[in-house]
């Protein structure tokens, strides 16, 4: 046996180079499979004689054997180290001859980096193994919510940014596309990018689906907290979500509508009552966190909103307004508020007076004509998407062929009597 | 009892007299007024019941005087409405009112007003009488299908149910004539009718109906007519809380009216009504041009001098003693069996008016100053002023320090490019999220035919 695992790399070795070969190597290893299955124990010492990125079609399915079955705690790591190197060195071209066995190999190093509990191991090579196997960067791979939820565990959530900056538009599988923008949703949250955090968890809720399922309760509990944080007040669901989705999503997320409605009233008391009843379920769900972010939200809200109605106001009054108990916190509030842009205001410590101060921004600076510049340029980039989608779903001959039988159908109704059973 | 009858009828029949022309009204209000600016707190302790009830006629008159006595906090009003109710059903025919309000009067009026079984039964035992002899007639009308004859007979029995007090059948019976009427006139006194009985029973939409059939009817009406159905009119769009419209039903109202209508409303009423409504939902102009030089409806503010001062002292921008009259005339407002439950909202409308008014013109406001014509503190004013803000109804901001409202001109040009961005951004998300909506339709399409025809 031993043997033909040696003539098996001896055909990668030679195999290697045009794509002929290639074609042809690929349905011998996939003749052998079964029999590399079977051998996995044993294949770890022929890695030697391979070039990760010469031969990455064969490395690729030897370490796809090798690591399908248990691997042991002490071969974990040398594990990880081959895989990772050929992640990293390993030719796109050859990998995406067989996706499937790449995916799977890099599942399996997400399942060992988190079972050493070192997740922080696995972004690097996940990053680099996603951009291999996508085609454009506008493509959702099953690795995307894999990466992503590396990056939550290892807490690197800066790392997620890099991959979530990119437009996903093209979705094979359902099931990644939930929990790549639950995960994103959290990712963002995680870095307080309330808006993005919205548009990522607003994508899974309104998805299109048959059934609810739980990725998007999930998101919807974390969509009306961040909406509660970031907005104050919950939209209900827009039209073009899926009746499931309407129909069921609230009764499945009460504790948080209730939040909703107590945070409506604006009123701490009734917020505070309301968290404490349903406390166990937030802890349960691990929202707590965000619960008390809504709470401190509301504080906000309320000094924001005394920027709209007044110029000067006393800190006591601030305080006595926004229903905190003394003139010193109103300070750490608005203080804190001033820092992160959200008012503009100046404190004047002497007479405890706090002056606010219109948004200075006069639209007049380079960087801002810069900054319109850019958006008219991505707005016109979409608009030219937009069309290129309509040109192309118009020659999409499913929608031909229904729009067809319609017509037909309409004509029928229109020109003969007879009803169309009959016929 | 019979004495005590004959001289309550008196004393009614001479405020009605007093009541039902113009300078002896005039006279009887500025008293009253004067009375309550003497005790200004408790002005509903002054209420002329008598007065009042002098304005109406027929069941509305015992209704109102019922409502009175419900609502009422003094028990000496009180027992003066509930007296006058008494021996104004006595002389009716609604002796389920009668058990009322005898149960109401629970003895405290002495002997004199308990519950009369001799007079109860007689008038249930001629009512059963009438009813039969009614029937009896509308049958043989029915066989001989005379048109004219059979709406006589349900209008007969309509006028017999609600004099009993059985408000429903009367309805019924008066909307059946509808099918028998042969020229306009009839239909007119139907609607008229209809409106009645829906205005007691509370079904404005009823009235708003019947009101507009009404209208439709014929090509001239008689002015007091037009006068009925606005005020009925009106009266509908009070109760709907569309108080502009119903503003403009009261002052389009003629003066013909004057007190024909008062088994509804009093001419008082349209005055008050129509005022108030115009206060809370005109803006400037249309209170100049609608109210004030409206020549028609200034007869009937004569008769409501308080109304009358008050819209004049609102658009002179005498704020105070405009909230002044208004304060005095709460609590005979909340007597009012159609107004009571709209003095509130458009008290707060029109106060909410006056202060957005007196701000308008001005850049900056001293707070102080403000809070004086408004008879308020400072920090009460604050607050009122913090809401209309908020609610985007004067732009403006308050400097708390110095205790001055500053006048905030927005700035279009910024506000302008804010929104660009702001939509550039939403459009952006909407399209791309519509994109992978999409997207993900086609892919459920694609695995659908998969599954079907089981090929990749």
Known sequence: MEDSIEALVAHVQALSGTPEDLTHLHSLLKQREDSLHSQASQLLPFFEHLDPSKHSLGYLYLLEAASSGTIVREQASEFLVIASNFVDTCSAEQIRLAPDKFISVCKRIKDQVILLQMPIRGIVPLRTAIRKLQSSSERLTSLHPDFLILCLLAKCYKAGLSLLGDDIIEVDQPRDFFLYFYYGGMINIGLKRFQKALECLHNAVTAPMAQLNQMAVEAYKKYILVYLIYNGQVPSLPKYSSSAAQRNLKNYAQPYVDLANSYASGKFSELESCIETNREKFENDKNLGLVRQVVSSLYKRSI????????????EDIARRVQLQTAKEAEMHVLRMIQDGEIFATINQK???VSFIEDPEQYKTCEMVEHIDLSIQRIMTLSKKIRAYDEQISCDPSYLSKIGKERTKFDMDDFDPVPQKFL | MEGEEDTMGTARGSAMWSNGGGPGDD??????EQQKQQRPIASGDHMDVEAYAGLYSGRTRIVRLMFIADRCGNPSTQMEALRMAYDEIKEGEDTQLHREVVKKIDGRLGPGYELDHVWADAVDRRAEQRKEKLESELNSYKTNLIKES???????????????GMLGDAFKSYVRTRDYCTNSKHIIQTCLNVILVSIEMGQFMHVTNYVSKAEQASEVLE???VAKLKCAAGLAHLEAKKYKLAARKFLETGIELGNQYSEVIAAQDVATYGGLCALASFDRTELKNKVIDNINFRNFLELVPEVRELIHDFYASRYATCLEYLE???ETLLLDIHLHDHVETLYTLIRHKAIIQYTHPFISVDLHTMADAFKTSVSGLEKELEALITDNQIQARIDSHNKILYARHADQRNATFQRVLQ???D??????AMLLRANLFKHEHNAKATRKFGFI
Request: net charge negative; aromatic share 12%; proline share 2%.
């Open chain 2, 150 to 164: 059979i709406r006589m007979g349900y209008n007969d029995f309509g006028d017999f149910h609600y004099a009993h």
């Open chain 1, 351 to 353: 007479d405890g007076m």
């Open chain 1, 304 to 315: 924001q909103r005394l920027t709209q109605t007044y110029l000067t106001l006393s800190l």
């Open chain 2, 427 to 432: 459009f952006d998300k909407d399209v791309k």
């Open chain 2, 223 to 225: 002015p007091v007519t």
């Open chain 2, 423 to 425: 939509t550039g951004v």
């Open chain 2, 328 to 330: 005095n005339l709460k």
């Open chain 2, 27 to 32: 006279e009887e209000v500025v008293e009253a």
